[in-house]
């Protein structure tokens, strides 16, 4: 019943933008914190971004100035805007709901390449 669907990957060249979206259902979405991950081939899975369900915000250092996470709580919705982006920020990027058990999305592919 609990559903993370991501959506808005693709192909970007370098210094472009691109707006990635999480639309959540089955659980009290503004209760919650959220995050986005990434994982790169051959990589761990990384922390990019986390909101809180009061909209504190924090970032990987390797992101930060550049990305900005944010939630619509009347759409259930978390987004990742990236700004600026790089090479090395090509990965599977995934949404999470932390709780007593993890949830997750099933990923959008982002590829940064000229």
């Known amino acids: 019943q609990i559903q993370l669907v991501e959506s808005g990957g693709g192909l970007v060249q370098p210094g472009g933008s691109l707006r990635l979206s999480c639309a959540a259902s089955g659980f009290r979405f503004s209760t919650y914190a959220m995050g986005w991950y990434r994982q790169a081939p051959g990589k761990p899975r990384e922390l990019v971004a986390m909101?809180?369900?009061?909209?504190?915000?924090d970032y990987a250092d390797s992101v930060k100035g550049r990305f900005t996470i944010s939630r619509d709580n009347a759409k259930n919705t978390v987004y990742l805007q990236m700004n600026s982006l790089k090479p090395e920020d090509t990965a599977v990027y995934y949404c999470?709901?932390?709780?007593?058990?993890?949830?997750w999305g099933q990923g959008t592919q982002v590829t940064v390449s000229s």
């Open positions: 909101v809180t369900k009061d909209d504190s915000t």
């Open positions: 999470k709901r932390p709780g007593p058990i993890d949830y």
